[in-house]
């Protein structure tokens, strides 16, 4: 049972907390909400960008980027192209002040560190920070589980797409059933380093 409704829960923490709909909404919303402020993402007046995808990373951040809009002093603009590494023409044609906002989450940044250390290539670390330049990445501290619920309690339409898993990630999915919290230990420790 969710401890502050007392109702059926539909997610349980490592920590074995359990919540239900209305607390996972809040629960989600505000942990948005402070990693916006924690990596001092997005400052008042600017323009952020991002591309309209399908799949519920994409939706997910849209919709949490238009609930941040409402209240934050801010515009939010579609981009025609989200090329991350060339988006500075882009860029180039808008106000200094415009960032894009990217789906990047636990899941994929963990996955891109470990790829990036057994590869050797420590200079490409740099691309897994949650603010890198003029590109943002709100969703940096969720889990893919976490936003897929979201999007299905929020009744989001998201195209299902089937990611194509080397062995690595394979592996780091493996780790992660069998020891919850690895990917975001992973993360973290990217963070401590950086800092």
């Known amino acids: 049972m969710c401890k502050l409704c007392e109702t ?9 907390r359990k919540v239900c709909k209305n607390c996972f909404v809040r629960y989600f919303q505000k942990k948005f909400l402070t990693t916006i402020r924690k990596f001092n993402m997005i400052k008042r007046g600017e323009i952020i960008g991002y591309k309209k995808g399908n799949s519920f990373r994409d939706i997910v951040l849209e919709d949490l980027l238009f609930m941040f809009s409402k209240n934050g002093m801010v515009e939010i603009v579609k981009i025609q192209k989200l090329d991350v590494r060339n988006q500075k023409s882009e860029i180039r044609s808008r106000k200094s002040d415009f960032k894009i906002a990217i789906s990047s989450t636990i899941d994929s940044e963990s996955d891109k560190i470990v790829h990036i250390l057994i590869k050797g290539d420590s200079k490409n670390l ?6 890198d330049k003029k590109v943002i990445k709100p ?12 999007a299905k309690i929020k009744k989001l339409k998201f195209k299902k797409e089937k ?15 069998k020891h919850p919290e690895i990917k975001r230990a992973i993360l973290n420790s990217y963070l401590e380093l950086e800092k």
Do not use: G, H
Not at 8 to 16: A, D, G, L, R, S
Not at 126 to 131: L, N, Y
Not at 139 to 150: Q, V
Not at 170 to 176: A, N, P, R, S, T
């Open 163 to 177: 990611e194509k898993k080397d062995k690595i990630s394979k592996f780091i999915d493996e780790l992660e059933k």
């Open 139 to 150: 969703l940096y501290l969720f889990l893919d589980a976490e936003i897929l619920l979201y």
């Open 8 to 16: 059926k829960p539909v997610y349980e923490f490592t920590n074995k």
């Open 126 to 131: 740099k691309e897994i920070a949650p603010v």
